[in-house]
């Protein structure tokens, strides 16, 4: 499985050359310092076994030490030596063959020698068979070995790898702090906000990174608010002799009322269109989010746009929770949902709220019964100037689903639409429970 999080490579990483530099350490060791050490220690216990065991005189560099001397040496060693058949031999037959140890004292000693280890009650012990001694074996304690002497040695192993794995943890995860803002920030332009300045701070490429994030977020915000003047401008501009126009045409003579039926028409409708550019043009301000009932909007929505002509069901959850958001986007984006429904629909309209079932997030759902949308265009619905023109009409200026997608992005939300097996479309926009309580 490919590790594709930043901070997860670099700690396997981390670790990998951890355990790689331990192995090494390890080895180097073993091989410089542990190996020479037992070579060594081989050499002078071969010498001491040698001395002692030799029955004939010394030679002139040597002292003359008869058997009894050798015994009392041989005491002060701890070196005793037992027949293969006595009790104290069975301890030989379980302990473990040292293969480099009984190599090397076999070269030293000149006669095949088996040198075994095990851990007796105080201390280690080693076990010697000689073919030079037939029928006995050499037992010597090392009692400056001991089971004990190792246990600091693998603890304060243990605890430095620790160490080193947490620090490393640490500043990995200081290092790749920036970039989790960073991913904040971008996630906040992404859904049309203005996220803070970051600090400029840590490595130099974040620090590079950081810099020019800033610049292009304020560059995004200086061209949302010239593209807001701009707009406003312009709204201002066309609905002025849009004005004129209506006003002039109401004044027009009886006669020709006909004719400034038409002209209004197309004068509120060019008014229509302005608006529905404006709503969709206008970004969020989360500082004033508050504290909304789906519900209430909900019910609001099906009084005003129901009546004797279309009857709109309206089935809430009792349970549901708060949302957090602008009361007037959400209400204008559930209300372009319920007029598609009525608009398009056979008459029948149905609304309904509720929760998910790990009740996280709140659904409004609104379907209809009308003739659907082909599959192939559902997926573009929600793109500005886009209109399900073979089955729905062409009707509207095609931003109406495009706003909503637009609001519910803005308040973390999502917009589903799916033909119903029915019949008809079906279109739910979940929202994220607030975390200031639940109704």
């Given amino acids: 499985m490919r590790i594709r999080s930043s901070f997860t490579q670099s700690i396997v990483l981390f670790f990998t050359l951890l355990i790689a530099s331990q192995v090494f350490s390890y080895y180097a060791v073993y091989n410089y310092a542990l190996v020479p050490s037992l070579q060594q220690f081989n050499k002078i216990l071969a010498h001491e076994l040698t001395f002692v065991l030799q029955g004939n005189q010394a030679t002139d560099e040597e002292l003359e030490m008869d058997a009894p001397l050798r015994r009392r040496v041989l005491e002060q060693l701890g070196v005793t030596v037992h027949a293969v058949d006595s009790p104290m031999a069975n301890e030989f037959k379980h302990a473990m063959t040292i293969d480099l140890m009984s190599e090397e004292m076999t070269d030293e000693l000149g006669s095949n020698t088996e040198v075994r280890l095990i851990l007796g009650e105080e201390s280690y012990i080693l076990w010697m068979d000689i073919d030079a001694l037939p029928g006995s074996l050499i037992r010597i304690p090392l009692s400056e070995l001991q089971e004990e002497d190792f246990a600091p040695l693998f603890r304060n192993s243990l605890i430095m790898t620790l160490l080193i794995i947490v620090g490393g943890w640490l500043f990995i995860r200081l290092q790749n702090r920036p970039l989790r803002e960073l991913e904040k920030a971008a996630n906040l332009v992404g859904r049309g906000e203005n996220p803070p300045v970051l600090p400029e701070k840590g490595a130099t490429e974040i ?61 509120e409708e060019c008014n229509e269109i302005i608006s529905q550019f404006m709503d969709y043009l206008k970004p969020v301000d989360t ?30 959850e009792p349970k549901l929770k708060e949302v957090s958001g602008s009361p007037i986007a959400i209400k204008r984006a559930i209300s372009n949902l319920v007029v598609n429904a009525v608009r398009y629909g056979n008459g029948w309209v149905k609304v309904s709220t509720g929760m998910t079932a790990d009740n996280k997030l709140a659904w409004v759902c609104v379907e209809d019964d009308g003739p659907g949308i082909e599959s192939d265009q559902i997926g573009r619905l929600f793109e500005p100037f886009t209109r399900g023109d073979t089955a729905r009409g062409s009707e509207g200026t095609g931003l109406g689903l495009a706003i909503v997608k637009r609001i519910i992005s803005q308040h973390h939300g999502s917009v589903s639409i799916s033909n119903r097996s029915e019949g008809g479309l079906i279109a739910q926009v979940s929202f994220p429970v607030s975390k200031n309580g639940s109704r």
Avoid: C, W
């Fill in 207 to 267: 620090r590079s990174v950081s810099r020019a994030f800033n610049q292009m977020a304020k560059g995004i915000q200086e061209l949302e608010e010239d593209r807001a003047l701009l707009m406003a401008g312009i709204s201002h501009d066309l609905r002025t002799p849009l004005t004129r126009i209506r006003l002039a045409t109401e004044m027009m003579s009886p006669e020709d009322s006909y004719l400034a039926e038409g002209i209004i028409s197309d004068t």
């Fill in 287 to 316: 500082q004033t989010f508050q504290v909304i009932h789906l519900n209430d909007i909900a019910s609001d929505i099906v009084s005003s746009e129901g009546g004797y002509e279309i009857q709109i069901d309206y089935h809430p």
